[in-house]
């Protein structure tokens, strides 16, 4: 059996298009040509890796299973490419990362910064967007690296546990429920009615404030949803509603007196952010040395040590490492 590296392109580009129309986009090739491909790769390996439902192709169970490892090949072939560039005299190292919103504007500026000081040849590929699309992107190998601040339910995906980010309940100064906290600790039930803005589904952060603040409130409607924190901060500061913020996010307009954080009998609100990659993907000696960065970056854990970085007082298992 001879596989190619063509055919898994070609593979993959339909496997993420569903269709060999919109994969000869970007393979290149004809139509036909990628259809054709696609046919003898099919008979090559003797089984079938989609169904044909219409002019869709959806893949099967064969083709699901090899969509991973196909990915894993590519990556892997697209590593050593970029390794020996100019007959190995490349020094240039690249490195492409996906974060979540709060990770992405307000903790890893500052990470990449320190790395580079380090590594001065880093260059670096960043996109931002909600955990959900972190998690896709490493799914697909267009990540090396995810950071995100939600839970992650892909089983092909590992997760390591990062910094923990406190998560705090505000509001305008003004606001109803910012006056009624100068006076008492606010409750779950006049907090379940207050007017709640959220982020949109597939938010890590929404799922996040949810799974926190739920189990003490027992129905939260949003008066709206917004697409970013940094909308739902303002919006919250125009008096348009409260919300749920990790600290990183809001501490710029609370020190500016446009918001305050408000006293609640709830129990201390954190979260868990954590960086992920794909359990196929080879993991180079400069993501290694970059995993290795973020968790010394990460020491005790809490996005205080990020702002102030403490020494380590315990030694924890090396991230990007599984247990085995």
């Known amino acids: 059996m001879h596989i190619t590296l063509r055919q898994l392109e070609i593979f993959r580009a339909v496997a993420l298009t569903g269709s060999t129309t919109a994969a000869a986009h970007t393979v290149p090739l004809s139509q036909s040509a990628t259809s054709t491909a696609l046919g003898e790769f099919e008979r090559s390996l003797g089984a079938r890796l989609f169904d044909r439902v219409g002019k869709r192709l959806l893949l099967n169970d064969n083709g699901r299973a090899l969509l991973p490892l196909a990915l894993g090949v590519l990556d892997g072939a697209q590593h050593v490419e970029r390794a020996f560039t100019a007959g190995g005299a490349n020094v240039t190292v690249d490195l492409r990362l996906h974060a979540s919103t709060t990770v992405g504007n307000y903790i890893l500026p500052r990470l990449l910064s320190g790395f580079r000081e380090l590594v001065p040849a880093a260059r670096f590929d960043v996109r931002i967007g909600n955990t959900l699309d972190v998690v896709m992107a490493v799914q697909e190998f267009s990540a090396d690296l995810g950071f995100i601040e939600g839970p992650c339910h892909a089983p092909d995906v ?145 996005l205080e040590s990020v702002r102030a970085p403490a020494p380590r007082t315990r030694k924890r298992p090396a991230i990007g490492r599984e247990p085995g």
Not at 171 to 186: F, I, R, T, V
């Open 158 to 302: 590992y997760v390591t546990p990062w910094l923990e980010d406190e998560l705090v309940i505000v509001a305008a100064p003004g606001h109803p429920l910012a006056e009624s906290a100068k006076q008492h600790k606010l409750t779950a039930h006049e907090l379940a009615h207050g007017p709640w803005l959220l982020r949109e589904p597939g938010s890590g952060t929404r799922e996040t404030v949810e799974l926190a603040l739920l189990p003490h409130l027992e129905n939260i409607q949003p008066a709206m949803t917004l697409g970013s924190s940094e909308a739902i901060k303002n919006a919250a500061a125009e008096s348009l509603g409260i919300s749920c913020l990790s600290r990183s996010v809001v501490e710029d307009l609370v020190s500016s007196g446009r918001l305050c954080v408000l006293e609640t009998r709830l129990p201390c609100l954190t979260r868990r952010l954590s960086l992920i990659h794909h359990r196929a993907k080879v993991l180079s000696a400069t993501i290694r040395r970059f995993l290795r960065y973020c968790e010394t970056y990460g020491a005790p854990r809490t």
